[in-house]
């Protein structure tokens, strides 16, 4: 299940959004949301989602703000911008900030779709190399980690 966090500060809006998610893809599921910045950033620092969407301008710690401050903490979620604007300078920031996407609204549903798909299969990916590198550093801890080869294998003697 990948761990989603929304904030946006248009409550008719975060709940669209929360809907639309969870209709499109089920491997998604919201584990909080937010209604300002500063909310946001206590929250996502305690739950630690794996996505986060975020409206760009928001009361008290705009959108790009609260992504720069995460940033700065080490946080590596995955993150698309939610905007009702189409300026360059945001989409600028954006990139620089390592944010996935930059969505306008309102959201067209097959963008949508097409978005948390790309996020599941490179997620699901990510998920797979870290139990491969997790199993790689267990075997190195054994003495020979090989399964049973030829000259020491039960069935050689």
């Not at 299940?1 to 809006?13: G, K, N, V």
């Not at 986060?52 to 720069?68: A, C, N, Q, Y």
């Not at 309102?106 to 990510?126: A, G, Q, V």
Request: aromatic share 8%; no cysteine.
């Amino acid at each position: 299940m990948i761990r989603t966090f929304i904030a946006d500060d248009e409550p008719l809006i975060l709940r669209s959004i929360k809907k639309s998610i969870e209709e499109t893809n089920e491997h998604f599921k919201i584990i909080g949301h937010a209604t300002d910045g500063h909310n946001a950033y206590k929250l996502i620092q305690e739950l630690k989602p794996d996505v986060i969407f975020t409206d760009i301008r928001m009361p008290v710690i705009s959108g790009l703000e609260l992504i720069k401050r995460l940033r700065e903490q080490g946080n590596q979620s995955t993150i698309v911008l939610l905007s009702g604007y189409k300026e360059f300078e945001y989409a600028k920031e954006a990139i620089r900030l390592s944010v996935v996407d930059y969505l306008i609204k309102p959201i067209n549903p097959e963008l949508l779709k097409s978005i948390l798909t790309e996020i599941h299969d490179k997620w699901s990916l990510s998920l797979k190399q870290r139990q491969y590198d997790y199993l790689e550093n267990v075997a190195e801890g054994v003495p020979d980690a090989r399964l049973f080869p030829a000259e020491k294998s039960f069935w050689a003697i």
